[in-house]
């Protein structure tokens, strides 16, 4: 594994851009979520443990405190002293799954007036036993005098429930006469004629998934001794959309508790609930940008505990997701040493802004088959090689919130920093092998300037010039012709349907070694009704070039082996391949992995002519045609090479024309 090592600033600026595009839609989201609350005359609140972390600006018209003087502080301090431990006990409980409750308390304003206030709140225990609160608070002072007013006077009541913005409803058990106010009914669209004060305008407008436990809340109600009744439901607005109402009533009971009457009042919830929505869909579009990125992300509590981590970073770690949550940041940052180098430590400190590179081994990689093999007879598929290690660009941010303290970033920069190591590579080579001839060409030059030949010694010095253009000629072609390859362009490939057999036979005839004996003994174990979907001239040219390598490697006199037979591969997939053996000079066991690198020549070569290249076109040729090449070498005793291509289903070629 390498040093960790400072990113680069193009890097750095890539991963800021990335943070300001994020940074943007969150904005947009915060500035959507603030000016539907600031329409809203009830207060939204949110709670951790009691002390508030959200309020819109209806707080400062309830209490007259603003709401950045409120923000961190705890509820109890706004509380009338004799509704405290009653508040307080409904708040501070909550079972593992979500729960909602409905209090009615008073609050000291801050010009010491009483309050009568409704809260409406849905309590979450987390996972660490603290309890999360978020809700509604509601000035319900006009309510409660109303209430009281009507107890005292029909008149009053009557005239309340005319002027009073909620929808005023009362319902006598004892003769099951129900009154549902003008603004009940105003609420739905209706104008008041147009509903009949009775129990089944109610049931008939109830949402069909709504009305079951409607009634069941009602019922529990009357049952039991409590004094305040609450339910949350849809009702059926004349023009056929639904409304959210939030139904409050009070009891009067008798001396034994029975209930006689129950009456109270209808607000329509619906702006509510669409804020509470949008909340849940800006969580949900989060949740999924963080679990569609690329990138890993782990987070962790005030406490330093992993909360959440997403799946690009356990397929970067190989790591399960029950492995790292709520663990804590000493027990994570363990895990990752294990992962990288012991010489060089995954650490991170807290005064450390700048992104770190760190290298890590991947889990369960392919290897090749190259343990199947012995030492000195080496098997490789180019096909499924992967490198042995991960490197990964890490960033921390230090967010010390309520909820989330930490956030650990980490791209993987694996193939940009294999690409930039390669370009270099590659330039530092290409500069090399261009000098040796140009030099040549030059050198050859100045003689013929600054002195006198005959004309046999000028023709052989012309002909030196001649020959060493030639070859660079040559190179600059191959190298065009690899990145034209490299770019994947279909117009440098004609495919066709074509037998192999064709191919071969062809190539083989075209194929000539100036003086040289030795033969191609081919042996066909298919017949000539095997196709391949491919371009002709590329597959031709990659066996030419392998060809040609078998006998400029092998200076014996035995023949080169040429086989053509089907298999099936690792995936089971049809294909069809060629194999060429030679008895030549062999590649070294730990230079087998290189025969594809550019102008990369074993050290074996002694003077043999060549340019390195020749492997390097075959293996573009044969990936664009989706294809795998095996490589067997035995050193100093010769090498085999397989071309495998996919077997077309089709076992005819259709006539054009």
């Known amino acids: 594994m390498s040093d960790l090592i400072l990113i680069d600033n193009q890097d ?84 593992i799954f979500p729960v909602e409750r409905q209090i009615e308390f008073r609050i000291i304003h801050k010009n010491r007036q009483v309050k009568w206030v409704a809260l409406t709140a849905q309590l979450n225990q987390n996972q660490n036993a603290s309890i999360d609160i978020t809700g509604t608070l509601r000035d319900i002072t006009n309510h409660v005098i109303t209430q009281q007013a009507l107890t005292e006077s029909e008149e009053r009541y009557e005239l309340v429930a005319s002027s ?44 069909p998934d709504d009305l079951e436990t409607a009634l069941e809340t009602i019922k529990h109600f009357l049952e039991s001794p409590a004094t305040f009744y609450q339910s949350i439901h849809r009702l059926k607005h004349k023009q056929g959309e639904w409304v959210w109402i939030l139904a409050r009533g009070i009891a009067v009971r008798d001396k034994s508790g029975k ?216 190179m600059i072609n191959e190298l065009l012709d690899l990145a034209r390859m490299e770019t994947r362009s279909q117009q440098f490939f004609h495919f066709e349907l074509h037998p192999l057999i064709t191919i071969i036979k062809e190539t083989i005839s075209s194929f000539k070694m100036c003086e040289d004996l030795r033969k191609i003994e081919a042996y066909y174990f298919v017949d000539e009704s095997s196709l391949i979907h491919a371009d002709k001239n590329q597959i031709k040219r990659a066996l030419l070039n392998v060809l040609s390598n078998a006998f400029k490697y092998s200076p014996n006199s035995h023949n080169i082996i040429l086989e053509v037979q089907l298999r099936t591969s690792v995936l089971g997939e049809a294909q069809i391949g060629v194999t060429v053996e030679d008895k030549g000079i062999g590649i070294r066991p730990n230079q087998v992995s290189h025969i594809f690198d550019r102008f990369w020549r074993a050290d074996n070569v002694g003077d043999i002519i060549g340019t390195g290249l020749g492997m390097a076109l075959v293996k573009e040729i044969i990936d664009f045609h989706h294809g795998e090449i095996e490589v067997q070498s035995v050193f100093e005793q010769g090498t085999k090479i397989g071309l495998w291509l996919p077997l077309h289903e089709s076992q005819s070629i259709e006539k054009e024309g």
């Open 12 to 95: 750095n600026q890539n991963l800021l851009l990335e943070n300001t595009r994020l940074s943007k839609a969150l904005a947009v989201a915060e500035l959507h979520f603030s000016q539907l609350t600031a329409q809203l005359n009830e207060v939204i609140f949110i709670m951790k443990d009691g002390f508030f972390t959200f309020l819109n600006p209806a707080w400062e018209t309830i209490t007259g405190v603003s709401v950045e003087q409120s923000l961190n502080t705890s509820i109890q301090n706004y509380i009338h002293f004799d509704d405290i431990n009653t508040v307080w006990e409904q708040l501070s409980t909550a079972d």
């Open 259 to 474: 209930a006689s009457r129950i009456y109270g009042s209808h607000t329509d919830v619906t702006l509510l609930r669409n804020v509470e929505e949008a909340l849940l869909q800006r969580e949900r579009e989060l949740s999924d940008i963080v679990t569609i990125s690329p990138d890993g992300i782990v987070t962790f509590t005030p406490e330093n505990k992993v909360s959440s981590v997403n799946p690009a970073f356990l397929t970067m770690t190989g790591f399960q997701r029950d492995d790292l949550l709520l663990i804590s940041k000493d027990e994570f940052d363990q895990k990752m040493m294990m992962l990288c180098d012991s010489k060089k430590p995954y650490k991170i400190a807290i005064e450390n802004a700048v992104p770190l590179l760190i290298e890590i081994s991947i889990t369960k990689k392919e290897t090749g088959r190259a343990s199947e093999q012995t030492s000195q007879n080496l098997k490789f598929n180019f096909s499924h090689n992967q490198p042995p290690h991960r490197i990964l660009r890490l960033t921390q941010y230090y967010l010390n919130n309520a909820t989330t303290a930490i956030i650990m970033y980490f791209r993987d920069v694996t193939l940009e920093i294999e690409m930039d190591r390669m370009k270099s590579e590659f330039l530092s080579v290409v500069a090399h092998e261009l000098r040796t001839p140009i030099s040549s060409i030059y050198g050859y030059s100045e003689l013929l300037i600054n002195r006198e030949f005959d004309n046999a010694a000028k023709r052989d010095v012309l002909q030196a010039i001649y020959e060493q253009c030639t070859g660079l000629v040559n």
């Open 164 to 207: 009073f913005n909620d929808g005023i409803w009362d319902w006598d058990l004892v003769s099951n006469d129900v009154y549902l106010s003008p603004r009940w009914k105003e609420m739905l669209g209706y104008r008041p004629a147009e509903l009949p004060n009775a129990l089944t305008t109610w049931t008939s407008l109830v949402h």
